[in-house]
C-alpha cells in the first residue's frame, strides 16, 4: 500500500467528526429501527417445527464451536449462557435435538405477510498477483483512510447504524461510490491484492463477499469482505426489470450476469448504478467462505441476516416450501453474516457453498420463510434485539 493514512490523526479526530454527526441525529425525530416492519417472537414447540425430527441439527456444530470463540469475549446474559453451551460442546456432548432442546426455547416469528429466503454461494475467479494483459480489474484492500463507525457505540437506539468516510480537515465527509473507484479514484492510494479478468466477476464478487481466487499455477486464495465504502446496496435486478432488459418472471443472478456480459457498452453504466463498494481481504488458514463475523461459514447451515434485528452466533430455523424441481428447506442454521440487501427480521439468505450447483440454486431462490430463533432457555428474546455487536 502506498499511502497507509494517518492513523493517529483519524483517531484524534473521529470523535469529532462522530460527535457531529450524532449531534444532528439527535435534533431531528428518528424513525424506528426497522421503520417498515412490525414483528413480535412467541413462544413455541419444537414440535411446530416443520421437519425438526428429520433434520440432521449436528450439521451446525462447525459453525457453533467457530462461533464460541466470539462468545468468549462478549458480556451479558445471553454471551454467558452460549458459554456454558460451549463448553458442554468442547466437553464432547452430541449435538443433537435432546441438545438443543434441553439449552433453548424456540420463538416463533410473526409479522405482517411471508419472509423471504434468497441464496448466495461462494464463486471462483481466475486471477492474477500482479497485473497482466488480460487481467487488469484491480481487487481492493481496505484503504488506509476509510473510517468506519459504528454508531450504536455512541448511542444503543443506532444499533446497526453504520457509517464510513474519510477525513476532510476536520470533517467526516462520505467515501468514493462505485463510480468514483472504477473510474481511479483510490489508484495511488492502495495497492490491488489480486488482479481479475472481467469486471463483472468483480462485481458479483462483491455481492457475494467471499470467493475464491483460482491462480495460474494451481493455487487457490480465499478472500474475504474487508470494508464497505458506507454507501447503500442497491439491487440493479430491480432497473433492469424496470427499464424492460429481463422480464420479472426470468429474473435471476444468472440472468442478470448474461446480461451484462451481452451488453458490455451498457455494463458499466448499469453496475454503476449500486455506488456501494466492498474491499476485500486474503484469509489465511481457512478453506471457504467467511462471514461478517470473520469465521467460516457452513454450506447449508450458515445465514445472512440483517444484523440490527438480530444478533449474529444465534440458532435459527428455516421453513420454505419447494421450489420448482428443488425440495422444501426445513432445517436448523446458524445466523453467522450479513448483507447490504438483507434488511428487515423476516429476511435471510442462506450460504450454499462453492461450485456451480451452488451458483444455480442461489441464483434463483426466492422462497417464502417461516422463521424462528433458538434462545437459551430461562432468558427473553428481547435482548436478541438490542445487544450491541
Known amino acids: 500500500m502506498r499511502v497507509e493514512g494517518t492513523r493517529l490523526a483519524a483517531a484524534a479526530l473521529i470523535l469529532i467528526a462522530v460527535a457531529l454527526f450524532v449531534g444532528v441525529v439527535l435534533m431531528v425525530p428518528q424513525p424506528p429501527k426497522i421503520p417498515d416492519e412490525s414483528y413480535v417472537l412467541t413462544r413455541a414447540s419444537f414440535g411446530d417445527l416443520p421437519g425438526w425430527k428429520a433434520d440432521d441439527v449436528s450439521a451446525i456444530a462447525p ?62 475467479y481466475d486471477g492474477r498477483r500482479q497485473a ?8 481492493l484492500p481496505r484503504p488506509g483512510d476509510l473510517i468506519e463507525v459504528d454508531l450504536a457505540s455512541f448511542r444503543p437506539d443506532l444499533k446497526g447504524t453504520r457509517i464510513a468516510g474519510r477525513l476532510k480537515g476536520r470533517n467526516l465527509v462520505p467515501y468514493a461510490d462505485r463510480s468514483a473507484i472504477r473510474e481511479g479514484a483510490l489508484a495511488d492510494e492502495v495497492d490491488p491484492i489480486f488482479w481479475l479478468a472481467d469486471p463483472v466477476d468483480l462485481f458479483f464478487l462483491q455481492i457475494q463477499g467471499s470467493g475464491r481466487i483460482a ?23 430491480r432497473d433492469l426489470i424496470a427499464s424492460g432488459a429481463i422480464a420479472r418472471e426470468d429474473m435471476s443472478m444468472q440472468a ?45 447451515r450458515s445465514i445472512a441476516v440483517d444484523r440490527r434485528v438480530w444478533t449474529l452466533g444465534l440458532p435459527m430455523f428455516v421453513a420454505t416450501e419447494a421450489q420448482g424441481s428443488d ?15 438483507i434488511r428487515g427480521p423476516r429476511r435471510a439468505d442462506l450460504f450454499l457453498g462453492p461450485g456451480d450447483e451452488a451458483a444455480r440454486l442461489a441464483g434463483s431462490m426466492n422462497r417464502p ?11 427473553s428474546p428481547e435482548n436478541a ?3 450491541v455487536e
Open 369 to 379: 420463510l417461516n422463521l424462528w430463533l433458538l434462545y437459551p432457555k430461562g432468558l
Open 215 to 237: 491462480l495460474p499455477d494451481g493455487e487457490i486464495a480465499y478472500v474475504g469482505y474487508a470494508a464497505q465504502n458506507g454507501h447503500p446496496y442497491r439491487a440493479i435486478g
Open 63 to 124: 459453525s457453533l464451536l467457530r462461533q464460541c470463540d466470539r462468545w468468549k469475549w462478549r458480556k451479558g446474559e445471553l454471551a454467558d449462557a452460549m458459554r456454558r453451551t460451549c463448553v458442554d460442546l468442547k466437553d464432547g456432548a452430541a449435538l443433537d435435538r435432546g441438545f438443543i432442546e434441553a439449552r433453548f426455547d424456540a420463538w416463533a416469528l410473526q409479522a405482517e405477510g411471508p419472509g423471504l429466503l434468497t441464496g448466495y454461494f461462494e464463486p471462483t
Open 132 to 139: 497482466e494483459a488480460g487481467f487488469e480489474v484491480p481487487l
Open 256 to 300: 442478470i450476469r448474461q446480461w451484462l456480459a451481452t451488453n458490455p457498452a451498457e455494463a458499466e453504466a448499469i453496475m454503476d448504478l449500486n455506488p456501494s463498494y466492498v474491499f476485500f481481504q486474503e484469509r489465511q488458514g481457512v478453506t471457504g467462505a467467511t462471514g461478517a463475523a470473520g469465521t467460516q461459514l457452513t454450506p447449508g
Open 385 to 387: 434485539v438490542v445487544e
Open 327 to 341: 425440495p422444501e428447506i426445513n432445517r436448523l442454521t446458524l445466523a453467522e453474516d450479513t448483507g447490504g440487501a
